[in-house]
C-alpha cells in the first residue's frame, strides 16, 4: 500500500508522481486478477486525487496541501475496502480494521514510503478518477 502523506514526503507526492507506477485495464490480464485489478484501481484513484491537492485546486499553503493529501489517502483506501467487502473474495487485511487500526496497518511495511519515482519509469496517462472533494475545515 502507500504511505500515508507526511510533511516528508509530501514534496515528492506533488512533484514526482508521473514517476511513479500507474494501472491501466491493459495492464492486467482478462481474468483472473480482479484483486490485483482493484489494488492498481486505488492507486490510481489515490494518484489522481494527489494531483487535485498538489495541482491548484487546494490553497498554496503547504499544511492544506498535506491535510488534503492525508484526506485523499484515507478516502481511497476507504473506497478500496468498500469495493474489497463487495466481492466474494477475503477482503485485502488492513480493510478488516476499523479507525486509526486501519491507517496503521495501510502505512505499515511500505514499499516506498517516501514516494521515490521509479527510475526511467515515465506512468501512462490515466483517467482522471472523480470523487474527491477536500475538506479544509477538517484540517
Not at 484526506?71 to 475496502?81: D, H, M, N, P
Not at 463487495?86 to 480493510?95: D, F, K, L, R
Request: charged share 15%.
Amino acid at each position: 500500500p502507500p504511505a500515508c502523506p507526511t510533511a516528508l514526503n509530501l514534496a515528492a507526492i506533488c512533484h514526482q508522481g508521473e514517476g511513479r507506477p500507474r494501472y491501466p485495464a491493459s495492464f492486467f490480464p482478462g481474468s483472473g486478477a480482479s484483486h490485483f485489478r482493484r489494488r492498481g484501481n486505488a492507486i490510481n484513484r489515490l494518484e489522481s486525487w494527489y494531483s487535485l491537492c498538489c495541482g491548484g485546486q487546494v490553497a498554496q499553503q503547504s499544511h492544506q496541501i498535506l491535510c488534503c493529501a492525508q484526506q485523499a489517502w484515507k478516502q481511497a483506501l476507504s473506497q478500496f475496502c468498500v469495493e474489497e467487502y463487495a466481492t466474494m473474495t477475503v477482503p485485502y487485511e488492513c480493510c478488516e480494521d476499523r479507525g486509526d487500526a486501519r491507517w496503521t496497518c495501510f502505512d505499515s511495511e511500505l514499499p516506498n514510503p517516501n514516494y521515490n519515482p521509479t527510475p526511467g519509469y515515465t506512468a501512462p496517462q490515466v483517467p482522471a478518477e472523480l470523487g474527491f472533494t477536500f475538506n479544509a475545515s477538517a484540517c
